[in-house]
């Protein structure tokens, strides 16, 4: 017989209530007090975990049904549900492919404790890169030019899977500006020097013949840039990717891409307005013609459209522009550490009182490795980690404050339980909660086993 740990087991038992009930469950019906304290048993862990997580809270009909639902666009204003939704949460880049572990599919280990620590941190939505940007590389999606590779979307299906388990939405850039220097670091293949390992807007323009030398900001012609946006045949190769990409068909949800709630959107391309290459911004006809087939593969998707960089001068800028057309406006990157000027309450505060703003996406979270002993490190000095010691614990709670003020009589998110790490060996509990998450829809018997391998690895 199976012994729940108490949280899980009242959070359980609430949840098959729902499934029962005969009067219908007011929306936010049950309590949330979430004081940071230790769920679950943690003495199967290899070492000693240091980190302490909220207590779960529990789930209200409304949570449920949020899994469901689409995140629409009013005006500069987003919804879930009608009530009003704000975009906050970390960019964690390397849900579909990382490079930080040699190159490689993440683990479904390192996926699920990472958005244990994004749910823990009250956000509601996580930017994915490699969850869209995934060309010219071996293990991406489209390894040469029309060649597809199903077996990259083990890892994509798995993180939207687990996304929606944990009740957050997804945003997916569909291509990247970077030709990124710290490849070479990497990969000595020739082939691959000039875009970095998810590849990105460069790998489209030598596909189609174009030769360019140099990475980053130094590459030669400063301006090859633009092919990209100005010769037809790539366009309609970048257009391919879109709709076989939006197309695919995920193995534990059944939910094609472009047909999944789980994601909020999709964003044209990632730092297209990075002027540093010479070769100028998006121009607006490509930006119109890529958000329109978007909009007609994915109705019921936003599309977002990026600029690069920021400060205030330029967010007010960039706010009141968007609030002219009636759009809404998101920080999609930002540096956590508020060193790069305006410290982060500041611009916090600056930022939670516009209403155009919809929130903040900070750069970058990463988590455990696989053993949980230690921590996947990245080289760019801007990784954050929940709870890994004063310093990230100090910086974390201005980021969770930060998200428990905008999400104020909104869509709260709710806590589930850190899984993969300090959990690991819960006696199966957290297992069989995570599932009642599942889709209805799909290879539930996958999606279960999936989850479950995630939580009982090393
Ligand atoms: C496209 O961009 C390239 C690189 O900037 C430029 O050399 C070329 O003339 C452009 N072609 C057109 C048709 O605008
Ligand atoms: C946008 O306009 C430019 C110049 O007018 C042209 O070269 C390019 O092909 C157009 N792009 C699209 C996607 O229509
Ligand atoms: C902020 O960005 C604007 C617009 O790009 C620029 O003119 C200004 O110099 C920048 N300010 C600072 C303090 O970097
Ligand atoms: C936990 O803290 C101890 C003592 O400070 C340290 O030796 C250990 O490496 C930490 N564990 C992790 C996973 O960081």
């Given at each position: 017989m199976l012994v729940l740990p108490p949280v899980a087991a009242v959070l359980a038992l609430s949840l098959s209530a729902l499934g029962l009930a005969s009067n219908p469950i007011p929306l936010d019906a049950f309590p949330r007090a979430v004081p940071r304290g230790v769920f679950a048993e943690r003495s199967t862990s290899k070492c000693t975990v240091n980190e302490t997580y909220p207590t779960p809270s529990l789930p209200s009909l409304y949570d449920l049904l949020k899994r469901d639902a689409f995140v629409t666009r009013k005006g500069s204003e987003l919804f879930l549900l009608n009530k009003p939704f704000r975009v906050v949460g970390p960019n964690?880049?390397?849900?579909?492919?990382?490079?930080?572990?040699?190159i490689a599919y993440p683990s479904k280990s390192r996926v699920l404790d990472a958005m244990a620590a994004v749910s823990a941190m009250r956000s509601t939505v996580i930017r994915a890169h490699t969850l869209g940007v995934?060309?010219?590389?071996?293990?991406?999606?489209?390894?040469?030019?029309d060649v597809w590779n199903e077996d990259a979307y083990e890892s994509i299906d798995f993180a939207v899977l687990a996304a929606r388990v944990y009740g957050l939405k997804l945003m997916i850039p569909l291509t990247d500006n970077s030709v990124v220097d710290f490849w070479l670091a990497h990969v000595a293949l020739t082939s691959f020097v000039l875009h970095s390992y998810h590849g990105g807007k460069y790998q489209f323009i030598q596909w189609h013949g174009h030769t360019f030398s140099g990475t980053g900001a130094n590459i030669t012609p400063e301006d090859v840039g633009a092919y990209f946006f100005n010769t037809t045949a790539i366009v309609n190769s970048f257009k391919r990717f879109i709709n076989h990409h939006l197309n695919h068909v995920n193995r534990y949800t059944g939910i094609a891409l472009k047909d999944d709630p789980t994601i909020i959107g999709w964003e044209t391309g990632n730092e297209l307005s990075a002027m540093r290459f010479g070769d100028g911004p998006a121009p607006p006809n490509w930006t119109r013609d890529i958000a329109r087939l978007i909009k007609r593969l994915a109705p019921k998707h936003l599309v977002f459209d990026g600029t690069y960089p920021l400060n205030t001068t330029k967010f007010h800028d960039g706010l009141a522009q968007a609030e002219a057309v009636d759009r809404v406006y998101v920080v999609g990157e930002f540096d956590w550490r508020g060193t790069s000027g305006t410290d982060m309450e500041t611009f916090f505060r600056d930022l939670e009182a516009?209403?155009?703003?919809t929130g903040t996406l900070f750069w970058s979270l990463f988590g455990h490795s696989d053993d949980c002993c230690s921590y996947v490190e990245h080289?760019?000095?801007l990784s954050f980690y929940y709870d890994r010691d004063d310093f990230y614990r100090t910086q974390g709670d201005i980021l969770t404050a930060h998200a428990e003020r905008l999400n104020r009589g909104r869509v709260t998110p709710e806590i589930l339980p850190q899984v993969a790490c300090p959990s690991r060996g819960a006696g199966g509990a957290v297992e069989q909660l995570l599932e009642r998450f599942l889709p209805l829809t799909g290879n539930r018997g996958a999606a279960a086993a999936a989850l479950k391998s995630a939580m009982s690895t090393v």
């Open positions: 964690i880049y390397w849900l579909g492919l990382d490079e930080n572990v040699g995934s060309v010219g590389n071996p293990l991406s999606v489209e390894p040469a030019l516009r209403r155009g703003a080289d760019d000095g």
